[in-house]
């Protein structure tokens, strides 16, 4: 099978062919030139995607990926990132070993094939001008042929003539012999000519062209081989990265198997444990016996008297009210006083930490001024020891900055794992009561209603120096002057937490003494025992006036 014995009288559509190939190997070309933008476009976008989902640096998110499924996660988006890298590999490689390769190849064939046809035209023009040399020789014997004849025939006649002179017979006869002689000249010439032409045409379609079509046919085979190639390592640059991106998957199946759901759980009980316990048992209150009755050591007003050191402990009460009050929305104190004891333990180790890693940081730095001023004390010419004094004086009161803080801080801490431990049984009592009260509806209507006695809306207050005693001008007051009569009974409708001056703690179903009414400022004074008084809201009680009213229910 060959194109130079079965297509010998094909050029033309050989010279088609062959382009069409060159114009195939261009397309395919193209195809894996895009593959590999889609392939770089794709690693681009995953890059892009791990980073968006990357935890901030110094925020709140990163503090999330100490649990193990965040931690998996953020494995996932390295993994991710690794996965991408493998797609670059694929288009840097397919660029490289396919379509830089296959651009060179595309030119050297194009001036292969533009070689090989350019020998092709030469053998047929040389053909073509051995065939008009032909066609001359023959016409020019066929003419020479017919002059001959008709020189023949004109000295027949001019012999056969009497009248004509012998001297014109003569030239006759000698121009015949011309015309004759030029004829077998041309018939030599003509018979050459052919014989050459022959020889040259047979040159042509069984060895010029067939050599021609030969080497086109082995550089159209080479070109279908070498496409063959490029598809088997198209595939191969894919397969290549396979066992990597496996391993990538694998690494992320790792990680959701690392995924460990007990740790988490326990890690949510360490960043939101406060170091509180639960309230205690609540007491059985006895309501059967008549309202108004002598205050006695089972009364319940003696028995609420017997809460006022617990009520006046306003560390010990807010902390134990913590799940159930406002957080305080102003800046967090130094101490972090505003948080439950664990948390703020967390905290304060936390500073703690971070303040001796910047002594260390600090002292490090002193230790290297400290042998470079050595070096110079050693070596003058290397520089003046003295100019580093006071980068070093700089360092040292730096150093001895950041141990005050770091002892105050430590004083903290130490007073909160102190504290932490012992719980007292007062405080759980305390807890139990605060917790038997209304429903978070009824208490929240009630609190919404809760103002200052000035009339001003006030936020709960940070807890400061837990088991302080509050002492207030306001009790110091009530201790200088004269107790004031009752002059009515009052029971609390709800609970109600007097955190700011002047007023006091009820619970909700206590029964206290009204020393003075509201005076149109939403404001009852009332008295528990001798020693403790104040206002509460007064729609937070049920008054029973003992003159006024006579006896009658009031709702104020």
């Not at 194009?110 to 008009?132: N, P, V």
């Not at 600090?362 to 001024?369: K, N, P, V, W």
């Not at 139990?432 to 509806?441: E, H, I, K, R, S």
Request: glycine residues 6%; negative net charge.
């Amino acid at each position: 099978m060959s194109w130079g014995t079965e297509l010998w009288d094909q050029f033309d559509n050989l010279e088609k062919h062959t382009q069409w190939g060159i114009d195939i190997l261009e397309k395919y070309i193209k195809f894996v030139k895009e593959r590999t933008e889609i392939e770089l476009s794709y690693a681009k976008q995953l890059r892009n995607l791990a980073k968006k989902y990357q935890p901030k640096k110094n925020s709140k998110e990163e503090e999330e990926y100490r649990y193990t499924a965040c931690k998996a996660f953020l494995s996932t988006l390295n993994e991710m990132n690794d996965y991408a890298g493998q797609h670059e590999v694929i288009s840097e490689n397919m660029t490289s070993n396919i379509t830089v390769e296959l651009a060179r190849y595309v030119q050297e064939l194009k001036q292969e094939r533009k070689s090989y046809f350019h020998d092709g035209r030469k053998a047929q023009q040389h053909i073509e001008i051995c065939w008009k040399q032909l066609e001359s020789s023959k016409r020019r014997f066929e003419r020479d042929c017919k002059e001959a004849d008709r020189a023949q025939q004109y000295f027949e006649k001019m012999d056969a003539d009497i009248n004509v002179t012998k001297a014109d017979v003569e030239k006759a006869r000698q121009q015949a012999q011309v015309r004759h002689q030029m004829a077998e000249d041309s018939k030599a010439d003509y018979s050459s000519i052919l014989q050459k032409f022959n020889h040259e045409q047979h040159e042509y379609y069984h060895t010029h062209i067939p050599n021609i079509f030969q080497k086109i046919q082995e550089m159209e085979e080479r070109r279908i081989v070498r496409i063959g190639d490029s598809m088997k390592t198209y595939a191969e640059v894919d397969r290549q990265v396979i066992p990597i991106i496996g391993k990538c998957l694998d690494e992320i199946v790792k990680a959701a198997e690392s995924i460990d759901q007990k740790n988490d759980s326990q890690l949510v009980i360490e960043a939101y444990k406060s170091g509180f316990e639960p309230p205690g048992d609540i007491e059985f209150e006895d309501y059967t016996q008549p309202m108004k009755r002598t205050v006695s050591d089972n009364s319940l007003s003696n028995s609420r008297g017997e809460g006022k050191p617990e009520l006046k402990f306003g560390g010990k009460s807010k902390g134990k009210l913590w799940p159930f009050i406002k957080k305080n929305k102003g800046a967090t104190p130094e101490d972090f006083s505003n948080l439950p004891p664990e948390q703020r333990r967390k905290k304060l180790q936390q500073k703690v930490d971070e303040l001796n890693k910047e002594i260390q940081k600090e002292m490090d730095q002193r230790d290297a001024i400290t042998k470079m001023k050595d070096v110079y004390l050693k070596n003058p010419q290397m520089g003046d020891p003295a100019s580093l004094d006071h980068k070093l004086t700089e360092v040292s009161q730096n150093i001895e900055k950041l141990r005050l803080e770091s002892q105050k801080f430590e004083a903290w801490l130490a007073e909160v794992e102190g504290r932490l431990p012992a719980r007292s049984e007062q405080a759980r009592r305390q807890s139990g009561m605060f917790d038997a009260q209304n429903p978070a509806t009824v208490n929240n209507c009630a609190q919404d209603r809760e103002s200052s006695p000035d009339g001003s809306y006030t936020e709960e207050q940070s807890q400061e120096g837990e088991g302080k005693v509050l002492a207030t001008d306001f009790d110091d007051e009530f201790d200088e002057e004269e107790p004031l009569p009752a002059i009515g009974t009052c029971k609390a409708l709800y609970t109600f937490e007097g955190q700011n001056e002047g007023t006091i703690s009820v619970v909700e179903g206590e029964t206290l003494y009204v020393i003075e009414e509201d005076k149109g400022d939403g404001w009852t004074r009332i008295r528990r025992n001798e020693d403790e008084e104040g206002y509460v809201p007064t729609s937070y009680v049920e008054v029973y006036l003992d003159k006024n009213a006579k006896g009658a229910k009031t709702y104020i």
